[in-house]
């Protein structure tokens, strides 16, 4: 039977992206990505927040991408999956790390200092198929007829209280 290890994190960076370099030149980048469910207490009724620190890291370009555009604080949407690596601590014991490897990531919200917008990019790792490229990284999120379409705007000549209180979508 085949075997799926797929992870889906929405979360916010609790630090500035760490990157560096392997031998080759490829960018490795190394985020913390904090998580958070909230839950209504059974017994006090009180709403309650549990945090969940994840270690994800990047490859290549998107590595890059990350370095330049994240940090502290930035919201993110990450796809990709799920690695453990054995090592041995210097007293001898084996000792396992649990990381996200990320394949795409999305950046939520606006840019801080520029105005408006809503949304960000999208970046996906390369990696053969039929992307028509060989590796390499493409941006996503482009002008393909899978995503969802907003409504033309309604023509009105006032001003900001002649709009429509419904939500466009």
């Known amino acids: 039977m085949a075997s799926v290890n797929k992870v889906i994190l929405v979360g916010n960076l609790g ?25 209504k207490d059974k017994q006090s009724g009180e709403f309650k927040e549990m945090t969940e620190w994840h270690r ?3 490859f290549g370009r998107l590595a890059e991408i990350v370095n330049e555009y994240l ?6 949407y990450i796809e990709g999956r799920i690695r453990t690596r054995k090592y041995q ?3 001898g014991t084996d000792r396992y790390s649990t990381e996200i490897v990320a394949d795409q990531m999305q950046m939520l ?24 490229g060989g590796g390499g990284y ?4 482009g002008g393909g007829g899978g995503g969802r379409q907003q409504a033309p705007a309604k023509q009105s000549g006032g001003g900001f209280d002649d709009m429509d209180d419904d939500i466009p979508f």
């Open 15 to 39: 630090a500035d992206p760490e990157v560096r370099y392997m031998p080759s030149g490829d960018a490795v980048a190394n985020i913390r990505l904090a998580t958070t469910d909230r839950y």
């Open 56 to 58: 994800v890291s990047f």
């Open 71 to 76: 940090k502290k604080g930035s919201s993110v």
């Open 89 to 91: 601590a210097q007293d």
């Open 109 to 132: 919200g606006g840019r801080g200092g520029e105005g408006g917008g809503g949304g960000g990019g999208g970046y996906s790792r390369g990696g053969g198929g039929d992307e028509g």
């Open 138 to 141: 493409s941006r996503g999120g």
